[in-house]
Structure formats: C-alpha cells, structure tokens
C-alpha cells in the first residue's frame, strides 16, 4: 500500500516592505539641507541639526532623501559628520554657484581683476594645504594671513616669470588672456597695499583683494578669523578642508604648487628665500602662515 502524497505550490517568500516616504521625511531632509547652507551653522550648538545628522547616518533611506533633494538643489554632498555638518558644494548649474566673474565685478569694474581674485582665492587654498597629507589629515588646521598670501603670490609671481622667460614666452599678453602666466603680470604691477586718506586698506590692491577673498571664505564658513596682524589672520574650518580637496585636482592648484614656493617637510610652511628680494616689492612683516 503507498502512501498518498499531496503536492502544493511551495509559498511565496514575501517581499520586504518598504516604508513609504511621507511628507514630513522629504521635510526633514530638506531642513537638513538647509542647515547645510548655513555653513557656519555649527552641529554642536543646534539640537535640531544634531538629531537630523544622526539620522542621516542610521538611516539609509533617510541619507538617500536628503542627498536627492540636495542633487535636485544642483548641490553636491562633500560629507556628513558632527565636525562638518552637512557640507554641500554647489554644482556648475546649480543657482547657489558663485560665480567668480559675479564675484569679482561686486568689488570692481576692471575685467582684469576677475583674475586677481581667482589667483588670490586659489592661493589661501595652496597656503593653507600645501601638502596633499594635510587635506588626508581630518584634523589638520592651516593658518594664513592676508599679507602672507599676497607674499607668496608676489614671489610665485617672480618663478613664473622666470620659467617664461627661459621658455622664451616672456611677452605681453593681453589682460584678459586666461592662466597664470596672465595673471602673474597684472597682480606685479598693482601695488601691494595702497591706502585711503583714512588709511584704510585700497580694494583694489593685492592685500585688498586677498582681504576680499578671505572676507568671502569666512562668510561662506570656510575661514575663521583669529586676529588683526598682518592685514587680518584665519585659520580653516572642517568645511574648507573638504572644498579644497574637491579642488585639489585642477591645473591651476596643482600648477601653482609646483612651483615650489612653499616648501614643507616638518609641518611648517614659509616662502623660500629669493634670490633678489629688492624687487620683489614683499609686504613689509608679511607674517607667513604656520599651520598645526
């Protein structure tokens, strides 16, 4: 006698439910966005921005809503930690992009200078990182000061020159032509400080467009100011370390790098020596950057 046996259709495994987003998540991650673009917003002093963090990195489906609406913002996400908050940078297209252009034109009309501020902007990044370790080093700090970058400009200003004229290129080119071998030109001829009847710093000088550009950075909550000496000092914050890194790789950085002009081996950094500083026209107690 055999025993009878029933087959059945073996059950179906039931799929994960996914919970689904409701209108108060899209508004929480959309807040946290926006405490995102107060950068100098700090996560410590704000409960709010604290718990959102913490949600972000223990909730993956949370993370992933907070970096489409950023994504749909033209925002790029740099990281999301307790020492940086939520730091966003914005995309080419994203309508928060700062144009350096737009940026240059509220300070002056001469076309020209558009270069000046990207060279003087480009130049705090090379002082305060000048080594790729420091930007690897989450709790590296560089520190920079005003007549410090103009210096360092000035005397990356002089190798230029001279690596133009070994190349046999050392003509005028036109003001508006791109690059550093422009650039270098226009910020030699301007005067390093200039001052008011009140003796007030020129804005049109190379100090007072570094002063701009470092006035700029600590609005945007990459700089910190720490003191007045030597036309205004700052140290970086978490936020300007990522910046720069995503910067680290262009031409122009890595070209201003190799000159050589800071040279660092000990956590130190400072201007190598010229070998004719009379005409370098240097800002008297430049006050080089040191960094920690």
Request: hydrophobic content about 45%.
């Amino acid at each position: 006698m055999s025993e009878h046996v029933e087959w059945s259709e073996p059950e179906a495994v039931a799929a994960p439910v996914t919970a689904a987003v409701t209108p108060a998540d899209a508004a929480d991650a959309a807040r946290l966005v926006a405490f995102g673009l107060q950068p100098k917003l700090q996560p410590a002093r704000d409960q709010e921005y604290a718990e959102l963090l913490r949600r972000y990195r223990e909730d993956p489906p949370f993370a992933r809503l907070a970096d489409a609406v950023a994504a749909g913002l033209g925002l790029v996400v740099l990281e999301v930690s307790p020492r940086a908050g939520m730091a966003v940078t914005a995309a080419e297209d994203s309508v928060f992009a700062v144009r350096m252009g737009d940026y240059a034109r509220r300070t002056a009309a001469d076309s020209g200078d558009r270069f000046l501020h990207g060279l003087a902007h480009l130049s705090v990044a090379a002082m305060a990182f000048p080594r790729p370790e420091d930007l690897a080093d989450d709790g590296y700090i560089g520190r920079v000061t005003v007549n410090g970058v103009d210096a360092f400009v000035r005397q990356a200003c002089r190798r230029l020159e001279e690596r133009a004229d070994e190349q046999g290129v050392n003509t005028d080119p036109a003001t508006d032509a791109p690059g550093l071998e422009a650039a270098w030109r226009i910020w030699v001829r301007r005067s390093a400080t200039g001052a008011t009847k009140d003796a007030r710093r020129l804005a049109g000088s190379t100090t007072g467009i570094v002063g701009k550009a470092a006035a700029f950075l600590t609005d945007s909550g990459f700089l910190q100011r720490t003191g007045d000496d030597n036309g205004g000092t700052y140290r970086t914050t978490a936020r300007y370390q990522l910046q720069v890194r995503d910067m680290a790789g262009s031409a122009a950085m890595a070209e201003l790098l190799e000159l050589g002009v800071v040279p660092v081996t000990d956590g130190t950094a400072s201007l190598l020596p010229a070998e004719d500083s009379e005409d370098l026209e240097l800002v008297a107690d430049a006050g080089l950057p040191f960094h920690s």
